[in-house]
């Protein structure tokens, strides 16, 4: 570790399971060091927040061997500082953004440093028009996009084509509706209430559907049946799916990042509600009137190849709110605001 870097370094560390004010401390603790030839020591500018953190935080999730204290936080943007030997597409200097492979730690980014390693996750190196909050919101909620669209969507290759979007308004739902304008011949809907409605078009959606509006869903169902391809599913739950499945062709696709639960982990997933969440998943890819696809894995080389360059030329970009971010030292609020399930595009902490 060279002279510049300090020994210990403040980090906000999940030091029990419970609610954000209770789990969540900002704690002093040792800095990681280099030690492997693939490693990657980075200063850390700022951090995406995700549901999946507060879920895990929370001790929602039947996660093995989560012990605590641990430091969460998968997304981040900063500045590498320190790298092992075998690392020679970055230079110490580099402004980079990206996500480790897990982001429910123990060695997560909620930190003034993090460790990452070459070839895990994903490490891009950030484009001046990009600031460092921006960047950092874009790793798992993009990602999650991507793979719900262009990997589990099955697309018709050529032609016209058309995607619905629930809760576009979401982390999620506003990388899913630029990314599938970025796919030629692509006609997007989105669903979100009122107050949202004017965003999600400005971010290219052909039309929005105000689900509070009275009668606006049913509507939607009665003049659009079988028409859409694709459905990406961003909040979860039985109501959506069965009112809006009617929706797809034959060959489309139901696409959910969240599953058959509404916000899935918001409430304790104990193993028998795990179990009954797995039956009715295979009863749907089984038996389900259309394709049923639920994103488990995601595709991290893809975030460098397919959709770093589309955040550099500004096709898809982050929305952000001001009040949507906070200091790292305040991240309690930053997960109360995510639990609120009221977010608006991302939530990011900034380490200052």
């Not at 028009?129 to 919101?137: I, K, R």
């Not at 107050?195 to 290219?204: D, M, Y």
């Amino acid at each position: 570790m060279t002279s510049t870097i300090p020994e210990t370094m403040n980090a906000l560390q999940a030091v029990k399971l419970g609610s954000a004010e209770e789990a969540l401390q900002y704690n002093q603790v040792k800095t990681p060091v280099v030690k492997q030839p693939t490693d990657i020591l980075i200063q850390v500018k700022a951090v995406g927040v995700n549901p999946v953190e507060a879920k895990a935080r929370q001790g929602n999730l039947p996660i093995p061997f989560f012990s605590t204290p641990r430091i969460l936080g998968g997304d981040f943007a900063g500045n590498i500082v320190d790298k092992g030997s075998k690392v020679t597409e970055f230079e110490i200097g580099d402004a980079v953004y990206g996500s480790l492979s897990l982001p429910i730690g123990p060695n997560g980014t909620y930190a003034e440093y993090v460790l990452a390693s070459q070839g895990s996750g994903a490490l891009i190196k950030k484009p001046s028009n990009l600031s460092y909050e921006e960047a950092a919101g874009a790793g798992i909620a993009l990602v999650t996009a991507y793979q719900a669209i262009a990997v589990l969507g099955n697309l018709p290759k050529e032609g016209p084509k058309k995607i619905l979007v629930i809760g576009a308004s979401g982390g999620v739902g506003t990388y899913a509706i630029q990314y599938a304008k970025t796919i030629s011949e692509t006609e997007v809907v989105g669903i979100c209430s009122a107050k949202n409605v004017e965003l999600v078009r400005s971010l290219g959606a052909d039309r929005v559907v105000d689900y509070t509006s009275e009668g606006a869903v049913d509507i939607l169902v009665k003049e659009e049946t079988e028409t859409f391809d694709l459905i990406v599913d961003c909040i979860g739950g039985e109501n959506y799916y069965n009112q809006l499945v009617g929706l797809l062709k034959k060959k489309g696709v139901y696409s959910t990042a969240v599953g058959p639960t509404i916000h899935n982990g918001s409430e304790k997933v104990g193993l028998f509600a795990a179990a009954k969440l797995g039956t009715t998943v295979a009863l749907r890819k089984l038996f389900g009137y259309r394709s049923y696809q639920v994103v488990i894995s995601l595709p991290w080389k893809k975030m460098e190849s397919d959709l770093a360059p589309l955040l550099a030329n500004g096709k898809i970009k982050t929305v952000l709110r001001d009040d949507q971010i906070f200091d790292l030292k305040d991240g309690v609020l930053a997960h109360k605001k995510i639990e609120s399930h009221r977010s608006v595009g991302k939530v990011v902490m900034r380490v200052e």
